[in-house]
């Protein structure tokens, strides 16, 4: 077993954490990672990187696969898409001690799994979509979907687990399932979208939005470091926050500081500082980065002056 290898042994100590190897989700992840400090360097483009500063041994793998081997227990942490998680859960429900838990949304990576159809074809409600063929890559996902709607339908009894014979037909495509509908392979699909162009530019339209989705940090439910867990959190929900929020700095006549606090009110309240200058404070508060040019218009218009904003780089703020 080689050095890398052996580091992912419990003996070890080290927290095995999961990330994307490749794909949308990746290089966010890369970012996120650098931006809470969790400082690695990956040799040789091999699939396992110690941390420098931490004990923890990162490991990459395809999205997909990151829920089941978090589930089962042989990873403590993993970043994946909720969707990986969702249909992982449809095909092997979690049990009391197997399973993920979702610790943080992340907050990029959106999309949307939805039903496709032809945009020029008959088909126009899911229903119309009963008995027909369906290609995916999400068959966890979609025979639950089709399952309910079969039950709605009065086509299949849903029964107390949810499954039942399908009357349509599910079948699986890896890769470029929007060309399903155009091959002739498929009545309609379900797959990920993003921005939608791709589907329009294969000539589908969305009829139904089965999940939304994100990426997602999760843990299994019996983490080798349950401390180290937290911290790592810790340290991620705080990047998250300050690519938020913006700090903004300013000074102001005290006798208009319940104005300009009303403009930046913080995130639970402005800090205040008293200025050598008689009746004049200082002012420091976070601000929403999307804002903060109308909220410089707003305190120069109720007279604050020297208005500073800088770039947080990482906070402990609720």
Known sequence: MGKLSSALHPKEGRLVFAIPKKGRLQQPTLDLLAGSDIRFRRENRSDIALVLNHDIALVFLPAADIPLFVARGHV??????????????????????????????????????QVQVPA???????KDLVGKNIVTSYNGLTSRYFTRLEA??????????????????????SGSVETACALG?????????????????????????????TAV???????????????????????????????????????????AAKITPGKTAPTITTLEKAGWVAVSAMVESNRIATVMDE???????DILVLKIE???AI
Do not use: W
């Open 314 to 316: 990482n906070t402990r």
């Open 152 to 173: 709605q339908e009065g086509l299949v009894n849903e029964g107390v687990s949810g499954r039942g014979r399908l009357k349509t037909e599910i079948d699986h495509a």
């Open 185 to 213: 392979v498929a009545d309609g699909i379900v797959d990920l979208v993003e921005s939608g162009e791709t589907m329009r530019m294969a000539g589908l339209k969305a009829i139904d939005t089965v999940i939304e989705s």
């Open 76 to 113: 403590d942490l993993g970043i994946t898409g909720r969707d990986q998680v969702l249909e992982h859960e449809a095909l092997s429900p979690p049990k009391e001690s197997s399973g993920v838990e979702e610790v943080l949304d992340l907050g990029f990576g959106r999309c949307r799994l």
């Open 217 to 259: 940090l999760i843990k299994s439910k019996h983490p080798l470091n349950q401390k180290l867990v937290h911290l790592i959190a810790s340290r991620i929900s705080g990047f998250i926050t300050a690519q938020k929020y913006i700090l903004c700095q300013y000074n102001i006549e005290r006798s208009l500081l319940d104005t």
């Open 299 to 305: 305190l120069t218009a109720c007279g604050a002056s």
């Open 120 to 126: 020029r074809g008959p088909i126009n409600e899911p």
